[in-house]
């Protein structure tokens, strides 16, 4: 059983030199090599902004840490020339700002929803007043208000600068429906 234990252990040159996509994704990014941040890089640019922000940080982190660990001292002599163009850096720099456009991207469609939660907010909030208003039939109208209210939590976020006032301006209305409601 020793035996068996030992042979199967026993891993030949190749097999041990030999990393599996699975390997790279799991390794921790500062044991990378430059050409696995970059395939790491590639495909977590392809992917969704919000889920792959972390990954992309710590990616450009390991990658800027081998660069700076590869950059000699100021005192050492080096007999490369200092504007050397680093292929693996130019392909960084590119796959870095196309993740940048995707996010610029993103960003711009998260605050356009908002915006358009927000005139939804507005409208609903509106149809509630109206009905607020409308003194002679309020008793009439409080299914369609319970109705506009889970409505207007239904919504989505708005921007930040609107939460407060949008809140305050619900609950006013809320409360002067269930005062008249109880006149």
């Known amino acids: 059983e020793a035996q068996?234990?030992?042979?199967?252990?026993?891993?030949?040159?190749?097999?041990?030199?030999?990393?599996?996509?699975?390997?790279?994704?799991?390794?921790?990014?500062?044991?990378?090599?430059?050409?696995?941040?970059?395939?790491?890089?590639?495909?977590?640019?392809?992917?969704?902004?919000?889920?792959?922000?972390?990954?992309?940080?710590?990616?450009?982190?390991?990658?800027?840490?081998?660069?700076?660990?590869?950059?000699?001292?100021?005192?050492?002599?080096?007999?490369?020339?200092?504007?050397?163009?680093?292929?693996?850096?130019?392909?960084f720099k590119e796959l870095n700002a196309r993740y940048k456009e995707r996010r610029a991207l993103h960003i711009a469609e998260v605050e356009a929803l908002k915006q358009a939660n927000l005139d939804k907010k507005n409208d609903t909030l509106h149809q509630l007043e109206a009905i607020v208003a409308d003194t002679d039939n309020i008793n009439k109208q409080y299914n369609h208000f319970q109705q506009l209210q889970q409505e207007f939590k239904a919504i989505g976020d708005v921007p930040a600068e609107n939460v407060t006032q949008l809140w305050k301006s619900y609950q006013l209305v809320t409360e002067s429906f269930y005062d008249r409601l109880k006149i």
């Open 4 to 91: 068996n234990t030992t042979d199967s252990a026993t891993v030949t040159e190749p097999e041990a030199n030999e990393k599996t996509t699975e390997d790279v994704a799991a390794a921790p990014a500062c044991a990378m090599t430059k050409e696995e941040i970059l395939a790491e890089l590639e495909q977590a640019v392809e992917g969704p902004v919000d889920e792959v922000k972390d990954k992309i940080a710590q990616l450009k982190s390991a990658f800027y840490s081998l660069k700076k660990d590869e950059t000699p001292a100021e005192g050492e002599a080096t007999n490369e020339p200092a504007a050397e163009a680093d292929p693996a850096e130019e392909k």
